[in-house]
C-alpha cells in the first residue's frame, strides 16, 4: 500500500472483549489500524504500551484505534491483562486481513526466511479512505507520531 489515496479493505475480525469489529461500521470515525508481529514480545509490548497511554487524547479526537496480529482472541486477553493494555486488539489469525493491507511479508532472522507482519500503521478518515501509512515503523516515538498526524486532519 501506498500513501495514495484509497479505500481502505474492509474486513471483520474478532477483538478482545468478545465483540467483533466491522471496520466500514466504524464510519465517521477516523480509525487507526496499528499492524504488528506478536502479542507479548520486546517491541510489539512497547508499541502496544504507547498507543494506550496516549489512547484517551485519540479518544478526544474522536479516532478509535486497533492493533491487529495474527495472535488468538486468547493470546490478545492474556498480552492485555498482564501489560494493563487499553487499546482494542483484533485477532487475524488467517491473516486475511494481513494480506489485504499488504502487511504479510517475507521476513528474515538469523538466516531462516519466513512469512510475518510487518510493523505498519494506517491512518483512515471518516470517508474510509486510507490517507496516511508507515510502513517498517521504528517503534520510539511511532504513536506520538502518528497524534501528531491525526491532529493535523
Not at 59 to 81: C, E, Q, R, T, Y
Not at 91 to 114: L, R
Not at 124 to 135: E, L, Y
Amino acid at each position: 500500500m501506498t500513501d495514495a489515496l484509497q479505500t481502505a479493505p474492509d474486513f471483520t475480525l474478532p477483538a478482545t472483549g468478545g465483540a467483533e469489529v466491522t471496520l466500514s461500521a466504524l464510519r465517521p470515525s477516523p480509525v487507526v489500524l496499528f499492524f504488528y508481529p506478536r502479542d507479548d514480545t520486546s517491541g510489539c509490548t512497547k508499541e502496544n504500551e504507547a498507543f494506550s497511554a496516549l489512547l484517551p487524547e485519540f479518544n478526544g479526537l474522536g479516532v478509535k484505534v486497533f492493533g491487529i496480529s495474527k495472535d488468538s482472541i486468547a493470546s490478545h486477553d492474556k498480552f492485555m491483562a498482564k501489560k494493563a493494555l487499553t487499546v482494542p486488539l483484533l485477532s487475524d489469525e488467517n491473516s486475511d486481513v494481513c494480506e489485504k493491507f499488504s502487511v504479510w511479508k517475507e521476513k528474515s532472522m538469523y538466516g531462516k526466511t519466513f512469512m510475518g507482519i510487518q510493523r505498519a500503521t494506517f491512518v483512515i478518515d471518516a470517508d474510509g479512505t486510507i490517507v496516511k501509512s508507515w510502513p517498517k515503523v521504528k517503534v520510539p516515538g511511532h504513536a506520538e507520531e502518528v497524534l501528531a498526524y491525526v491532529k493535523s486532519l
